[in-house]
């Protein structure tokens, strides 16, 4: 109940030394200290430390037989040294002429501070305890005109630049005089870097995704079928790559970041098919214009609004119905707006007569997008936009038994307003500024018997994403922007300490979640604006690309509670921050137009999520993970329309959260940034490009994904690490109207922790499993076979479809988990949804 922080013994911290003092606490049964003993001392200025300390420790009184009563207890106290982080940085690096090389001696480096250095005989300089920010760097010398650039310090690292500079020729007599502009003796070349494709993606357009059996038509479920994607649980809507955990992989629908692809359910994204131009995936290794995520990215490029005529369909199926149009609202003036609404909750109960909804629960959504643009000029347009989606899904699992009934309901809103501006130059350069406001709104009520669970989050966000692209030289382009985010968030946890459950736990489906109960109010403000520049080098003819990249990004997390909330102490809040420096780059070398081979890694960071910074049931201290991902790749162009790419990845992460493993964690700290992860493996993508009417690809990811909560234990199965992936699929048009599509997947199961016993509880009236090793079973492994027919045919000048996408077309059993009886004797398995004929038709105007 109260905690105080023994003082490090000076003279102990002085020689770097650590210690961990073991001691035997006497305390009485009001919950106060009466005795302190060292059991393993560490020196007598630790054990004097420690033993005050303690001594002054106040607890929540034990009970024997429901009254309290006085115990002894064995505690360790850990003394660790806290580095302090550095306040300076340095500067260094040489001067030379530009073209020979030659080094420059004598020339005078100064800073806007007063600091400043000379070039040695090799033309090298230094300057070192540099406060951190941005300088202006000024370069002079004897018979040289003093010129500037600028360079930005950070604490604790070392800037190493190399300044190259033209020296003008020396005047002849009879020369004309030189004008004001002629007059530089010294000339500093600064090169910009720029914004090119990732290294490793899959870009697919609009209208080859939507043929794609198992989509019903929606674009954005082409995701699912990339390589390097594992398949998620069924019903979740969540995207797995590469080993990273769902919540790592971000999301972008034209600059606007938005929490989710899929509603729930994974039936549909949050983008109607209407208004997207492309979809790519990169799951790793992207470039430093995008971050605060560990994973993979996504990005949703929208299509231009029709600028001719009024275009739009509507379209009704058995999972929903929607409406989008698109055209000409005045002279300058385009539009586009989509809106769907589901009703799978109706339909369902027609297609089968199984009881899908108890597990596979049914999903409630609707989204809407409205954008308006106005043409400023040839390539020049301001636009604005909108973009909205709700999502609720509700199971109950019913039971004679009270403590054995299941409720459950979650919900997810957001929303997203911005402004969009796009010019492009006729030199080729562009400018691109998006700010954007959103809001978001989630949510989980669940009990389990008379154990309740309700954590609800809302967030206002807002962000912005400038760019400025141009080539610099005919072997240069560049890009420099910035990209600012911040949210401020609201949040309330109540009930079970255990549910919802995280990655890693040691649990089973089913398993009661604990009946300690708790609760707890917090507000976090986190965020984070980080300038980036990026550079394509193109050499050898354009054979060799090399594009170094940079993301200065610095974080900054502030909550209003350190501490359980307490009627008599006000709220201590806490404030903390941190630089995270990413350099990334990448490497394509293609020798001819047949082959090529590619090379990346980078440095990413990611901030905490806003559930894991409750005071009670997480750490509201809690700092930026970190990644870095390495990939090389080659692609071998068999024919102009067939292709073949194998990708080689590995992945590392640190300063992950995850459960504090101390029996007694210390208050605030029931989460801790001590995980590991990592993922290795190798994805193939045989690919055919849109030739003829036919198109398709087959993609297998061969992976291992793997945690563990600290350096000291052991590494485990990452929850949603699956061995093998295989994604087979193909479209091709019949003529007449008629086309037809096929895709068969297949995936190892997840991994599960084994019921190796159990036992009964007496005071709970039911049975607690005995669990085995942390992920050392899987779930069957799923595979599934869809169909995909349609048929268009015109009607007085617009287009009408009709179609069906059937999913499961065999009708397989797929396990999606496993589950034990209620004394845990009998392990059976959950089964998946079953056929399920999506039919529909779609209108075009």
Known sequence: ???????????????????????????????????????????????????????????????????????????????????????????????????????????????????????????????????????????????????????????????????????????????????????????????????????????????????????????????????????????????????????????YVDDVRVPLLYHFGGLRSVVHTDLVGSVELTPGGYGSSYGRGLGGLITVALRDPDTQRLHGSAQVDVLDASLSASGKLADGWTFAGAARKSHLHRALSAATDRDVGEYFPIPHYYDGQLRARRQLGEKRYVELGGLLSSD???????????????????????????????????????????????????????????????????????????????????????????????????????????????????????????????????????????????GDFGLLGGQLHVVPGLRVEPFFLAINRRAPEDPVVPPIGAYTSDLAVQPRVSVRYAPSERASFKLAWGRYSQAPQVEDQSPVFGNPLLGTARASHYLASTQVNVTAKLSAETTAFYSRSDDLTVRNSSLSPLLGQALVAQGQGRAYGAQFLIRRQLDRGFFGWVAFTVMRAERRDNEAAPWRLFDFDQTHVLTALASYELGHGFDVGVRFRYATGLPRTPVVGAYYDARRNLYEPVLGARNSIRIPAYAQLDVRVSKSFPIAGTKAEIYADVQNVTDRENAEELIYSQDYAERRTIRGLPILPVVGARWEF
């Not at 310090?153 to 002849?172: C, S």
């Not at 004679?400 to 919900?411: A, G, I, L, V, Y």
């Not at 382009?477 to 549910?499: M, P």
């Not at 995280?502 to 489906?509: K, N, Y």
């Open 1 to 251: 109940m109260k905690f105080v922080e023994a003082p490090y013994p000076e003279s102990e911290k002085a020689a770097g030394q650590q210690a961990s003092v073991v001691l035997q606490i006497a305390i009485s049964a009001s919950g106060a200290v009466d005795q302190v003993q060292v059991v393993k001392g560490a020196g007598a200025a630790f054990d004097r430390a420690a033993a005050d300390a303690v001594a002054q420790f106040a607890f929540e009184p034990a009970e024997i037989d429901n009254r309290p009563a006085p115990i002894r207890i064995q505690y360790r106290y850990d003394f660790v040294l806290k580095e302090e982080a550095p306040t300076t940085g340095v500067l260094s690096g040489i001067v030379k002429q530009r073209g020979s090389g030659e080094p420059m001696p004598g020339v005078a480096v100064s800073l806007d501070d007063g600091t400043s250095s000379r070039t040695d005989a090799e033309g090298r300089f230094e300057l070192p305890e540099l406060t951190p920010g941005p300088h202006t760097v000024t370069l002079s010398g004897e018979a040289l005109k003093g010129l500037q650039t600028r360079e930005t310090i950070v604490a604790g690292e070392q800037l190493k630049a190399t300044y190259e500079v033209d020296l003008a020729p020396t005047k002849r007599a009879g020369d004309a005089p030189a004008g004001d502009d002629d007059d530089d003796d010294l000339e500093i070349v600064v090169v910009l870097p720029t914004l090119t494709k990732q290294v490793v993606s899959v870009k697919v357009e609009a209208d080859q995704a939507r043929r794609v059996a198992g989509t019903q038509g929606d674009v954005l479920k082409i995701v699912e079928n990339m390589p390097g994607v594992a398949r998620a649980s069924a019903g979740s809507g969540q995207v797995v790559v590469w080993g990273a955990s769902p919540e790592d992989t971000r999301v």
């Open 392 to 534: 609720r899904v509700s199971r109950t699992v019913g039971s004679d038994d009270p403590n054995e009934r299941k409720d459950e309901t979650k919900r997810l809103a957001f929303q997203r307003v911005y402004a969009r501006y796009v010019a492009t130059q006729a030199d080729g350069s562009e400018i691109r500024v998006t700010p954007w406001f959103g809001r978001d709104r989630s949510s989980l009520t669940a009990a389990f018997g008379a154990t309740p669970t309700e954590l609800t989050v809302s967030t206002t966000s807002f962000g912005a994403r400038l760019v400025y692209a141009t080539r610099v030289t005919d072997l240069l382009t560049s890009s420099v922007g910035l990209d600012l985010e911040a949210s401020s968030s609201r949040a309330h946890r109540a009930g079970s300490v255990s549910t919802p459950p995280r990655e890693g736990d040691a649990r089973t489906f089913g398993q009661p979640p604990s009946t300690e109960i708790n609760s707890s109010n917090w507000r976090a403000i986190q965020g984070s604006a980080a300038p980036y520049v990026e």
